[in-house]
């Protein structure tokens, strides 16, 4: 593989290529095809990656702190990886695998993560404001003063999962499983609860002034 001709970013045409360990951190990689490549522990920190296709890559431990990583990573492996600092805003994550990573000081705003898989992750105080999160995992996850407003939460997995000062203004929670989710001083004002579990849920303090069905 020609890392110096990645690095001077004349070669974006990479689909299933194995650049598992390489340091590809600073670079300006927008627009590049990555679909299906291994990328196990590759080091993307401060990377541009806006408009790339990364579709099914392994990513896997891989090093996106503070990467620009508005691209399309659908059913991509992103188990471990550090996505702190980050700009995900409209990046699409739809059935991508995000157990174990690590998230924080991240914008998810608009993007669509509908089916991805957010099982246990720490994902306190995150930005998901009008973020496409149908069907998604969020069953233990950490949400603790998440910004969760006019999010798409329909059919949502979120039993056990920590919504403590959550903002969920206006969010679309039709469907979704909340069984033991803890809801305490939550705010759920306009929400749509139609279809909600929220059997042995905790929902002291909770704000829900006006709920739609």
Do not use: P
Not at 21 to 30: A, K, M, Q, T, V
Not at 105 to 111: E, Q
Not at 196 to 209: D, E, F, R, S
């Amino acid at each position: 593989m020609n890392i110096e001709a990645i690095k001077a970013g004349t070669l974006k045409q990479l689909a299933g290529a194995d650049l598992e360990d390489e340091d590809l951190s600073g670079l300006d990689l927008s627009r590049i095809n990555l679909a299906g490549a291994i990328l196990v522990g590759t080091n993307f920190a401060a990377s541009k990656l806006e408009g790339g296709h990364l579709e099914g890559a392994n990513l896997m431990g891989a090093n996106l702190q503070g990467a620009d990583l508005r691209a399309s990573f659908m059913g991509a492996n992103l188990m471990q990886a550090d996505l702190t600092g980050a700009d995900l805003r409209g990046s699409n994550l739809r059935g991508a695998n995000l157990m174990g990573t690590r998230i924080s000081d991240v914008s998810f705003a608009g993007a669509f993560l509908s089916g991805a898989n957010l099982m246990s992750v720490n994902l306190e105080g995150v930005d998901f404001r009008g973020t496409d999160l149908r069907g998604v995992n969020l069953t233990g996850a950490n949400l603790k003063g998440a910004d969760l407003s006019r999010a798409d939460l329909q059919g949502a997995l979120l039993s056990e999962a920590n919504l403590e000062e959550a903002d969920l203004r206006g969010a679309n929670l039709a469907g979704a499983n909340l069984t033991g989710a803890n809801l305490l001083c939550a705010e759920l004002d306009g929400a749509n609860m139609n279809g909600v579990n929220l059997a042995k849920a905790c929902l002291l303090g909770t704000v829900a002034a006006k709920l739609t069905s």
